[in-house]
């Protein structure tokens, strides 16, 4: 996989990531994301918790680590990603690791 994983993605969801260089968007985004690559047959390897504080400055999540490992399977590594990704924006939702900050999620696409 090329080093910039957003060329995977559609110009306009492409543009809406945290990063120039990786997929690293809010959950909408990110499942967005998902759908797009499950359409592509491509795996998610892991995926990590990212936050935008207030300020604009970014840092990793600490209590939204992310996955190790996913499945090998195209399909259930999409699947996964996505349901681990709605639970970390549900904790989030009730108890914000930052006041103020967002939660962006990271994709590793292989």
């Known amino acids: 996989m090329s080093s910039s ?10 543009a809406r990531s945290l990063s120039k260089q990786d997929v690293v968007m809010r ?3 990110a499942l967005t994301a ?6 592509a047959g491509l795996r998610i390897e892991s995926w990590e918790g990212w936050v935008r ?6 840092t990793k999540s600490l209590m939204h680590q992310g996955s190790f490992a996913l499945p090998l ?9 996505r349901d681990m990704i709605s ?3 549900r904790r989030w939702d ?10 962006y999620f990271k994709l590793t696409i292989v």
């Open 53 to 58: 504080l207030a300020d604009g400055t970014r």
């Open 73 to 81: 399977d195209a399909s259930a590594s999409i699947t996964t990603a």
């Open 87 to 89: 639970e970390a924006q």
């Open 94 to 103: 009730r108890s914000p690791e930052y006041p103020g900050g967002e939660l």
């Open 34 to 39: 998902l759908d797009h690559l499950a359409r």
């Open 5 to 14: 994983n957003l060329a995977i993605l559609p110009d306009e969801l492409a």
């Open 27 to 29: 959950h909408d985004d």
